[in-house]
């Protein structure tokens, strides 16, 4: 099913797709990490993904989740009571999750941080990072994303 | 604003009832909690409430609640970190919290903790927690509510 078609759950006046953005506004994780690689250029993998994690025994949702988009994977978190969908790919993240939070947006100020997070997926869906320009535009970019996390080192750490 | 009335938000393809119902289903509870007391019969109080925790800096889905549902209270919870939006009130629990959420289910197995309540808030409504039968009832309801956890100890020590 396309991620942007509006869709009427049967006899009910829920919908699916605001449904899902408030489970995600919840529940949901825009996260991109840096991995030191030298196969990498400029010498960090850069990795976005879209998450969502739930106890085991009440997983439905990540279900919904992963038939609505038609991407991505469920697998147990590190903690063995919770299991994780998750989306990685930078083309599904580009062409599916983003439309999707850009039509049925997030309410709460986590939107800020889909708002980093949207604009480094796109850089990356274009090649962007393989520039200096766009590099630097992904630090910063990163940088205001779970911003207080230990992932604030980066900006300080990574040069280009 | 009643609760009933379906909204889309200005501007967008969102259904704030849906969204809060995902919402809730992550970040939700709904929970019976009973208290020893002399003042009330069978010696128990009994409380029923719906509440939905997040972090003191986005908030912002917990002010959405209190204006949907045209009720309820948002304070600081134990940790200092959250808020916590709740209704206790049988009459608001009835009449706003529960017809909600018959008419946009939870979608993952919570439903079930939301039936059990919803069954406790309806003869409490009634009156029916002041003689024996309704209060058995609510009793064998509150053992399937929240199984698990400490809650679970009512059922063996509550006698009628």
């Known amino acids: 099913m396309s991620a942007a078609k509006r869709r009427y759950l049967p006899e009910r006046m829920m919908d699916e797709a ?3 953005s408030g489970y995600a506004d919840g529940e949901g994780c825009f996260c991109v ?3 030191k690689s030298r196969r990498h250029k400029f010498g960090w ?6 998450s969502v994690s739930q106890n085991r025994d009440r997983a439905e949702v990540l279900y919904m989740f992963q038939k609505y988009f038609g991407c991505g994977t469920i697998r147990p978190d590190r903690s063995d009571k919770t299991l994780k969908y998750e ?15 850009e039509k049925y947006p997030l309410l709460s100020s986590k939107r800020k941080d889909f708002e980093s997070f949207a604009a480094i997926v796109k850089i990356m869906n274009e090649g962007g990072h393989l520039n200096k320009d766009g590099f630097e535009k992904i630090i910063q970019f ?3 994303l779970n911003a207080g996390s230990k ?10």
């Not at 993998?45 to 879209?50: Q, V």
């Not at 992932?151 to 280009?160: A, D, G, L, P």
């Open 33 to 35: 990490t840096f991995n």
């Open 18 to 20: 605001s449904y899902l």
């Open 151 to 160: 992932k604030k080192y980066v900006r300080r750490q990574i040069k280009v």
């Open 45 to 50: 993998d850069i990795r976005p993904s879209f």
């Open 142 to 144: 990163a940088d205001g």
């Open 87 to 101: 989306i990685r790919g930078v083309t599904e993240l580009a062409t599916k999750v983003i439309p999707h939070f």
